[in-house]
């Protein structure tokens, strides 16, 4: 029997760059006359630069043999030096927003690499963009017939109704006539959101008719969903699937408010993980999580709790990783490296950590505006040992997650929850007041 395993290099990195591997390799194998290729997963990483904690995914897909081909509009020589040692290949265009520098990136990386396998950014922004980059490379994942499902909130309260889990009243209001009917059925107050858009941006909570005909008269030219003011307390339902769909990690976190909440009340936000995710939760999840047949891709779900009854309510699907540093928080709540299990469900199609939520993680985020009674040195001696990260939050970020971030992690609930409220008081919260 003639068993041969040959190798030979198939493109080779630019000088510029360093990797950590010595370039991609196909490796042919010869079993009992026949002929099996494998081939190195080309991957093209956009926007690598950003968020800044998203370089280690980068960095753990090259660790695990992936070519990896960045394609952003920074210099490459403004890189941090870790994702310069984790790219292959490095294409700039001047604006992420053109197309066609886009299209013009990807034949490059074809031209030199071969067939491209997978794109992403992990980045709710730029779903759409990845979407027509795989319809037009043929890559697995999201495609141009699957966005709308997944971008446009009123397709989603379709398709959770279908899957068996409660949602908000409402429908898409083009006019203000439109609005006014559909308040009389729901009553005040409502929800005013783009039936496609991003986090809680140009969101409105209308209490009024006065109001609904002010929101109509300066309504931007979108498409906005209108639907009943839910009152509860805002749930995640949070993970990542393999390639066939099958969840190998997930947790939840609750909220402490709303992101819209915090945005138009320019108000400091806090949310933790779960130890044991509340089995209707999970659940309706679960549910979710098939209904839109997510594979191999990080989801975060949010649901409300309903104050009324308890109920759980669906509210809106994100088919990327939640935001801010809860991919650290996944890490610090687990003793596990997400972005290496992650790499390796992509490249292997396995999760190889074991986990079992051995602590509550918390973010407590804070605003610069405020006045806040303890200072950072404060924090840090009051709780040191449980503060496992702190660091100043981008800019882009601020308006709903605060300007400085806290991680905290206790197996203690009562612990969270007692940091967060010693870091959010303020000099002009009133007496008793909870500012957790």
Known sequence: MLNLNISFMIGTCPANVKPNLPGARRTLTFPQGGVTFRKIMNFVYLSPHFPPNYYLFCVHLRRLGANVLGLADPPYDSLRAELKEALCDYYRVDDLHNYDQLLRGCGYFTQRHGKLDRIDSHNEYWLETEARLRTDFHMFGIRNEDILAVKS??????????????????????????????????????????????????????????????????????????????????????????????????????????????????????????????????????????????????????????????????????????????????????????YHQWASVVVRNEFTAPYGRPYHCGYIGRKLRKNYIRSHGDILAAFGDAIVHHEEINSIFRAAIGDYGY?????????????????????????GRNPG
């Open 407 to 431: 991680l905290a992690r206790s197996s203690s609930l009562e612990e969270i929850l007692a940091i967060a409220r010693f870091i959010h008081e303020t000099k002009e919260d009133p007496p």
């Open 153 to 338: 909130k009123s397709r989603m309260k379709a398709i959770f109704r279908n899957a068996g889990v409660a949602v908000a009243r409402g429908a898409v209001a083009r006019t203000l006539e439109e609005g006014k009917r559909l308040v009389r059925e729901t009553g005040y107050p409502v929800v005013a959101k783009p039936d496609v858009g991003v986090g809680a941006i140009a969101t409105y909570k209308i209490s009024c008719e006065a109001e609904l005909e002010r929101f109509f008269s300066r309504k931007p030219p979108a498409d906005y969903l209108l639907e009943e003011f839910i009152s509860g307390g805002i749930l995640s339902f949070d993970g990542l699937t393999d390639r066939d769909g099958n969840p190998v990690f997930y947790t939840a976190h609750a909220y402490s408010q709303g992101v819209m909440e915090a945005v138009n009340n320019d108000d400091h936000i806090s949310y933790y993980s779960f130890r044991e995710i509340p089995p209707d939760l999970e659940a309706a999840g679960r549910k979710v999580l098939a209904a839109f047949g997510v594979r191999e891709r990080f989801f975060h779900f949010e649901f409300f709790r309903t104050h009324r009854d308890g109920r759980i309510v669906a509210l809106e699907v994100n088919l990327r990783p939640p935001g801010g540093l809860t991919t650290d928080m996944f890490n610090y709540a687990n003793d596990i490296d997400i």
